[in-house]
C-alpha cells in the first residue's frame, strides 16, 4: 500500500510541473481512473529476492520461475496534459495476476514451493496525439512503463507441511502504443475507454480500461465551444 501511495503522489506531482511550467500553452488537463483487465507475458520470469529481504537459500539455488501466460485485473490513475492536440502525462496500475504458477529447478526430497499471490504496479508516462476534436477525442499514446511483479512463495517440508512464505520480485520495462478515446461528459466529466498493446518488454500483453475522469477545458476547439453554450457545459 505505501507503495502505491508513493507512486500516486509521484503521478500528481508531476502532473501538477506539467499544469505550472506550461500555463499558457494548456488547452486542458486533468486525469482519469480506469478499471483494467489484461493478459500478460508471464511464463519463464525469473524471481529475485528483494535487496532487503534474505531469501531461503534453497529457493534462491532452484531459481523460482513463473509458469503461463495469466490474466489479470486492477485499477489504473493517469494524469495528462493536453497542448494543442498534443498529450503527455503520467499513470500508475496496480492489478493481481491469476492463472499463473511456479517451477524451479530441482529440490531436495520433501521440499516443495507453491507461488502463493502475484500481483505488480506498472508507472508510466507517455507522450500522445488526439486524431480528432468532438464530440469524442481519439487519441494514440506511446507509453512506456516500468513494471514490478511482487510475489509470494510457499516453501514445504515433509512431514511438517507449510514452514514459511517469503517475497520475490521480477522488474521489467516496457514500450507499446495506447489507442483510446475521452467522451466529454460535461464541461468537467469525461469517460474514458483504451485499448493498450506491448509492443518491446513488459508484462502486460493486452490491457483494456474503461474508467471517469475530470478536465479543466480551456480548449477552443468547436465543440468545446459548443459544449460550453449547453446544459452539459455546467456540469
Same mark, same amino acid.
Given at each position: 500500500?505505501? &507503495? ?15 499544469? $505550472?511550467?506550461?500555463? !499558457? ?44 501466460? *495469466?490474466?489479470?485485473?486492477? #485499477? ?5 496534459? $493536453? #497542448?494543442? &492536440?498534443?498529450?503527455?502525462?503520467? *499513470? &500508475? ?19 516443495? !514451493? ?7 504496479? =506498472?508507472?508510466?508516462?507517455?507522450? *500522445? ?15 512506456? %512503463?516500468? %513494471?514490478?511483479?511482487? !510475489? ?22 516496457? #514500450?507499446?502504443? @495506447?489507442?483510446? !478515446? $475521452?467522451?466529454?461528459?460535461?464541461? =468537467? ?7 493498450? @498493446? ?25 465543440? =468545446?465551444?459548443?459544449?460550453?453554450? *449547453? ?5
Amino acid at each position: 500500500m505505501h &507503495s502505491a501511495l508513493s507512486h500516486t503522489r509521484v503521478a500528481a506531482l508531476v502532473t501538477a510541473g506539467f499544469a $505550472l511550467t506550461l500555463p !499558457a500553452a494548456a488547452d486542458t488537463f486533468g486525469g482519469q481512473i480506469h478499471y483494467v483487465i489484461g493478459n500478460g507475458a508471464f511464463e519463464g520470469v525469473e524471481l529475485t529476492t528483494p535487496a532487503a529481504l534474505e531469501g531461503p537459500a534453497l529457493l534462491t539455488q532452484a531459481t523460482p520461475r513463473l509458469r503461463g501466460m *495469466g490474466t489479470f485485473q486492477g #485499477v489504473s490513475v493517469r494524469g495528462d496534459l $493536453l #497542448v494543442d &492536440s498534443w498529450r503527455l502525462g503520467v *499513470g &500508475s496500475t496496480w492489478y493481481g495476476v491469476d492463472g499463473v504458477g511456479l517451477r524451479t529447478d530441482a529440490l531436495p526430497w520433501g521440499l516443495s !514451493a507453491e507461488l502463493s499471490s502475484l500481483w505488480a504496479t =506498472s508507472s508510466e508516462l507517455f507522450v *500522445g496525439y488526439e486524431i480528432k476534436q468532438g464530440p469524442v477525442y481519439p487519441y494514440i499514446d506511446g507509453r512506456l %512503463s516500468l %513494471s514490478v511483479l511482487q !510475489a509470494q512463495i510457499d516453501t514445504y517440508a515433509a512431514p511438517h507441511g507449510h514452514v514459511g512464505t517469503n517475497a520475490f520480485t521480477a522488474f521489467s520495462f516496457g #514500450v507499446g502504443p @495506447r489507442f483510446g !478515446a $475521452l467522451v466529454p461528459i460535461g464541461h =468537467s466529466l469525461t469517460l474514458d475507454a483504451y485499448a493498450y @498493446r506491448q509492443i518491446i518488454g513488459g508484462f502486460e500483453q493486452l490491457t483494456v480500461g474503461i474508467g471517469v475522469g475530470f478536465w479543466e477545458n480551456d480548449r477552443d476547439d468547436a465543440f =468545446s465551444n459548443e459544449l460550453r453554450r *449547453g446544459w452539459r457545459g455546467q456540469i
